[in-house]
Structures are given as structure tokens and as C-alpha cells.
T-cell receptor, first 108, second 116 residues
Framework: DAKTTQPNSMESNEEEPVHLPCNHS???????IHWYRQLPSQGPEYVIH???SNVNNRMASLAIAEDRKSSTLILHRATLRDAAVYYC?????????FGKGTRLHILP | GAVVSQHPSRVICKSGTSVKIECRSL??????MFWYRQFPKKSLMLMAT?????????EQGVEKDKFLINHASLTLSTLTVTSAHPEDSSFYIC????????????FGSGTRLTVV
């Protein structure tokens, strides 16, 4: 299964932008890059996904490197409610495998 | 947006009994559903993939006789933990996607199973 590498944890101040990195050097041409986040005792919540081009939605932006070996999830203005574990995942063969994710702490 | 309803949210059962967890896609047809389990402070571990009308595909190390999966319709998949033991206590989460795998996956809110 395609593997992603993320930092274990990150901190950010409230109301500042957050850039969450993800490396996926073994990505194949048909793998989509998905980002989910999970709050304690809840199921993961979809954030954003993309293939090659950068993507924007109301929650976040996804910046994908030209060689697709890395991507960055951008939260434009972090709030306390954005504190969660963020998972970067490659979808391959119709299933998604979770890595360890990045635990994002937001400082008030 | 797409919604997946998972029920129950919490269940406590006695050791040796069986527990059924339901996962429903409310506003879309889910051709494929996934079941995960998650231990405290750990990531989600994929247990099995179920396709409507066919047998589930289990990940390595997951006992198919222990965790029975049924995906009888395009909107419902069930996971039955048979003869539950305390070590089966965990957070179980289902996920569903529609016809196009390029769309995002939608997750249920999870079921906290405690076996006493």
C-alpha cells in the first residue's frame, strides 16, 4: 500500500495559517491524495482531496508538488476547533489505509 | 453532503455475546463500505472491505468468523462481533463511498464497544 509520512505533531497559534506537510514519494499516477481529520471519539471527517492540481474548498487548500511526491494541507486561519489529528492518505485499489497522522495543537 | 449513519454509538456487552453494528449511507448508494477499528491513541486499522451483494474481503490477521460483515443493500452494511471478549473492546468505524472512487469517502461517527 502507498505510504505517506507526516510529522507526529504540530502547533499553531489561533487565527494564523497552518501548513501541514505530507510526503508520498511512492505515489503512482492514479493515486488520489486525500486529507481527513479526526476529533476525539469521532469518525474521520473529509477535508479535501486532489490528483495533480491544487484544490481549494471552504475548509482548506491542498497544494500538490509538481512531481506529486509531496503535498501540503493549508488551513488559512486556524481556530481552536481545528485541533485534531490530520491524516494524509493515498487512495489506491479502492481502499484507503491510514497512517499515523499529524496531531495539530492550536494555541489560544 | 454525503452522510453515513452508524449505530449504536456506544454499546456494552457481556463476554461471550454477539454485537451488531449498523452502517447506513443516508443520501447516496454505497457500492463499497469499509470497516475499521481504532485503539486509544492509535490510527485507524482497516479490517475489511465489503461490496454490495458479495462477500467481504478481510485484511490479513482479521478473523472472518469473528467479525461477520454483511452488505445486503446499497445503503446498509453490518458488522457483527461474535462471541465478544474484552480484547475486542475498541472503537469501530465504518466508511462508505459511492460509485466513483475518486470522490471522497464518508465516515460514520463510530461505535465504542466495551466488552465486560
Amino acid at each position: 500500500d502507498a505510504k505517506t509520512t507526516q510529522p507526529n505533531s504540530m502547533e499553531s497559534n489561533e487565527e494564523e495559517p497552518v501548513h501541514l506537510p505530507c510526503n508520498h514519494s511512492t505515489i503512482s499516477g492514479t493515486d488520489y491524495i486525500h486529507w481527513y481529520r479526526q476529533l476525539p471519539s469521532q469518525g474521520p471527517e473529509y477535508v479535501i482531496h486532489g490528483l495533480t492540481s491544487n484544490v481549494n474548498n471552504r475548509m482548506a487548500s491542498l497544494a500538490i508538488a509538481e512531481d506529486r511526491k509531496s503535498s501540503t494541507l493549508i488551513l488559512h486561519r486556524a481556530t481552536l476547533r481545528d485541533a485534531a489529528v490530520y491524516y494524509c492518505i493515498l487512495s489506491r485499489n479502492d481502499k484507503i489505509i491510514f497512517g499515523k497522522g499529524t496531531r495539530l495543537h492550536i494555541l489560544p | 453532503g454525503a452522510v453515513v449513519s452508524q449505530h449504536p454509538s456506544r454499546v456494552i456487552c457481556k463476554s461471550g455475546t454477539s454485537v451488531k453494528i449498523e452502517c447506513r449511507s443516508l443520501d447516496f448508494q454505497a457500492t463499497t463500505m469499509f470497516w475499521y477499528r481504532q485503539f486509544p491513541k492509535k490510527s485507524l486499522m482497516l479490517m475489511a472491505t465489503s461490496n454490495e451483494g458479495s462477500k467481504a474481503t478481510y485484511e490479513q490477521g482479521v478473523e472472518k468468523d469473528k467479525f461477520l460483515i454483511n452488505h445486503a443493500s446499497l445503503t446498509l452494511s453490518t458488522l457483527t462481533v461474535t462471541s465478544a471478549h474484552p480484547e475486542d473492546s475498541s472503537f469501530y468505524i465504518c466508511s462508505a463511498r459511492g460509485y466513483d472512487f475518486r470522490d471522497g469517502y464518508t465516515f460514520g461517527s463510530g461505535t465504542r464497544l466495551t466488552v465486560v
